[in-house]
């Protein structure tokens, strides 16, 4: 059994999740507004709505991780995609400084559920590596995927998107191209 201090809070490790933001914030410099009719590989989804997604979701999970309402200014009323990325980066920072301080003691409420804060932070930095990429392809960016953090995200998209049961949050797994940790990522969270 792990005793903790009362008045501590447990220390999670970042690192995936600093990595993943780096990845995305390259993905995101330089984001115009007039690529916001740009499809992304996510079905019926332009650079716009993922951007307006990914905003919604970097609020979440920052709040979370200070165990209060995150104080990054007000989210943007604007969908033009040069004040979303902004924002973004804005979220990202906030975001990271909330989990190097340590999340608060116990699970997280999301709603009515109930997320350990390990399993907040890896699902965050899968969120975030995976959506970088997505606005990467939208945006023609011919980066590749990291190769070491698709290889360190793998195992947390296998073991926290499973195969069947996913519902709509997901695209059904595909086939992968290659066998490489990037292909097989992109392959089990339905992109090719």
Do not use: K, N, Q, Y
Request: with cysteine; glycine share 8%.
């Amino acid at each position: 059994m792990t005793v903790r201090p009362v008045g501590l809070r447990p220390r999670v490790d970042v690192e995936l999740l600093e990595r993943s933001l780096g990845w995305a914030r390259g993905a995101l410099a330089g984001v115009a507004d007039d690529e916001a009719p740009r499809p992304t590989p996510c079905a019926g989804w332009v650079l716009a709505d993922l951007l307006v997604h990914m905003v919604d979701t970097l609020e979440v999970v920052t709040e979370l991780s200070l165990g209060r309402m995150a104080e990054v200014g007000p989210p943007p009323t604007s969908t033009r995609p040069s004040v979303l990325a902004d924002h973004l980066s804005v979220l990202g920072c906030a975001l990271l400084e909330g989990w190097l301080r340590g999340p608060p003691p116990g699970a997280l409420a999301v709603g009515e559920r109930r997320i350990e804060p390990e399993v907040a932070v890896e699902v965050s930095a899968l969120e975030i590596a995976v959506h970088g990429w997505d606005v990467a392809r939208a945006r023609g960016l011919a980066t590749p995927f990291p190769p070491l953090l698709a290889a360190a995200l793998l195992p947390v998209a296998v073991h926290r998107v499973p195969r069947v049961g996913r519902g709509a949050r997901f695209a059904p797994p595909l086939a992968p191209s290659a066998t490489d940790p990037a292909s097989l990522l992109l392959a089990h969270l339905g992109r090719s």
